[in-house]
């Protein structure tokens, strides 16, 4: 069975699914998970070879994550991918108990549906909209053809156009901050990782709130807790690992267009 796993820099759902990679040991041996780099701001998500059922590419909810490729179907969600790798190796990043497996993917839904929009909005805002505003009118619309789905299309265009409104923005703001006193709070009991133990969890919220250190330096000011938190999860082998599959030698700052922002609140 052909596996092959396209990830982008490793920040936000791209380093989610190669630390759980690294914690499952899929990695390496003779049987071992090939990886990709791509660049997910150049649309090569949109352009991988050989797919054979694109469904889960072309609707992903996550928008331009990692996908796991495997004999020609094309998985896609990063919570779900990581989800996937962690039971072939034997689940150990999932709790056992019903009630706690249903926390953490409570948890995980928290950061993907709330946390992710408004760290790939400031991301983008911050350090990503320069490059594809610099691109040619052509160059462009060759890059987005062939992206099936129309919202994210949207979201390039809008990055493209600098459609970044105020008021989105400062939800966005908001909506971080409230992700890192989530952690805070969860971490303040003197736990090390978000469930108890190491979870994916763990994977998700830090690859999103990584790169939003530099960019929303008061939502992490007095959490004594988070930064302890994102000091041992950046020690942890499998991330450390992740991090060095970078290309640019700066993972925080690559940008790619990502979920709808929640209509909702």
Not at 58 to 75: N, R, S, T
Not at 98 to 111: D, G, K, N, T, V
Not at 216 to 221: D, G, I, Q, R, S
């Amino acid at each position: 069975m052909a596996t092959i796993l396209y990830h982008g820099e490793p920040n936000g759902p791209s380093l989610a699914v190669l630390a759980a990679l690294a914690e499952s040991g899929l990695d390496t041996g003779p049987n071992a998970i090939a990886c990709r780099a791509i660049d997910l701001l150049a649309g090569d998500r949109h352009r991988i070879a050989g797919l054979t059922e694109t469904l889960a590419l072309d609707f992903a909810v996550e928008g331009e994550g990692p996908v796991l490729v495997i004999d020609g179907e094309a998985m896609t969600e990063s919570v779900f991918v990581a989800q996937y790798l962690d039971e072939v190796a034997g689940g150990a990043l999932q709790p056992r108990d019903a009630y706690a497996h249903w926390q953490m993917l409570m948890w995980c839904r928290r950061i993907t549906e709330r946390c992710a929009p408004a760290a790939a909005f400031l991301g983008l805002r911050a350090q990503g909209a320069d490059r594809l505003a610099a691109m040619s009118d052509d160059d462009f619309a060759t890059l987005v053809a062939p992206i099936v789905s129309e919202d994210l299309k949207q979201r390039w265009h809008d990055t493209r156009t600098g459609a970044f409104p105020d008021a989105a923005d400062t939800d966005s703001r908001a909506k971080v901050a409230g992700a890192v006193d989530m952690v805070e709070a969860q971490l303040v009991d003197g736990r090390d990782w978000l469930m108890g133990p190491l979870s994916i969890a763990d994977f998700e919220t830090y690859g999103w709130l990584m790169g939003m250190v530099a960019i929303l330096p008061e939502a992490f000011a007095d959490r004594p807790h988070t930064a302890a938190w994102l000091a041992r999860v950046r020690a942890r082998p499998s991330v450390q690992s992740a991090l060095a599959r970078s290309a640019t030698g700066r993972p925080e700052a690559a940008w790619a267009p990502g979920p709808e922002i929640n209509r909702w609140g």
